[in-house]
Antibody, heavy 118, light 106 residues
Framework: EVRLVDSGGLVVQPGGSLRLSCAAS????????MHWVRQAPGKGLEWVCL????????YCADSVEGRFTISRDNSKNYLYLQMDSLKTEDTALYYC???????????WGQGTMVIVSS | DIQMTQSPSSLSASVGDRVTITCQAS??????LSWYQQKPGKSPKLLIY???TLETGVPSRFSGSGSGTDFTLTISSLQPEDFATYYC????????FGQGTKLDMK
């Protein structure tokens, strides 16, 4: 079974840091681009970052550029999101997402909640 | 950035109805559009990609059409399990989601 399990979400103060993790199983991890997508409470979906198959290429949305870093460990089948200088507007449910054979997002984790609050 | 505008933002319908949701891109995205379904408390689920291709396992009552800037998701005969929020997404240049269309029971 193809599966993504997100973890690491916490309550953190503004300006703080957090690292999210995603454990992948059931597919050849290093054959696919991976993403993080977030959803603020009661709001829509926002793409956050992507990382290429080998980890050499990353892109992030302007809203997190310079503060968030996506990475992967293909030997362990793990995806990460390092979140620094957190702001209250980063409060959201963060999903680990697998890129499909095209560019659609075909498998989603269950999400991990990040709350940025003093 | 490419903006995606969905309409309507909400929609009430009955079981058996034919439902259409539209999505407009701020520039030509060719066929690079996906549709997702999200139920309360659940992760989104891919329904359609490349504007018209049905994801494996998705019922054939779902269909997508369009190219360029104007796209449509159609549910031919609404079933009880279809009440959910639907999002379009472009992947022509990075990724942008529409604001969502909440489909509820009339």
């Amino acid at each position: 079974e193809v599966r993504l399990v997100d973890s690491g979400g916490l309550v953190v103060q503004p300006g703080g840091s957090l690292r999210l993790s995603c454990a992948a199983s059931g597919f050849t991890f290093d054959d696919f681009t991976m993403h993080w997508v977030r959803q603020a409470p009661g709001k829509g979906l926002e793409w956050v970052c992507l990382i290429s198959l080998d980890g050499d290429t990353t892109y992030c949305a302007d809203s997190v550029e310079g503060r968030f870093t996506i990475s992967r460990d293909n030997s362990k089948n793990y995806l990460y999101l390092q979140m620094d200088s957190l702001k209250t507007e980063d409060t959201a449910l963060y999903y680990c997402v697998k890129g499909g054979d095209g560019h659609a997002f075909d498998i989603w984790g269950q999400g991990t909640m990040v709350i940025v609050s003093s | 950035d490419i903006q995606m505008t969905q309409s309507p933002s909400s929609l009430s319908a009955s079981v058996g109805d034919r439902v259409t949701i539209t999505c407009q891109a701020s520039e030509d995205i060719r066929k690079y559009l996906s549709w997702y379904q999200q139920k309360p408390g659940k992760s989104p689920k891919l329904l359609i990609y490349d504007a018209t291709t049905l994801e494996t396992g998705v019922p054939s009552r779902f269909s997508g059409s369009g190219s360029g800037t104007d796209f449509t998701l159609t549910i031919s005969s609404l079933q009880p399990e279809d009440f959910a929020t639907y999002y379009c997404q472009q992947f022509h240049r990075l990724y942008t989601f529409g604001q969502g269309t909440k489909l509820d029971m009339k």
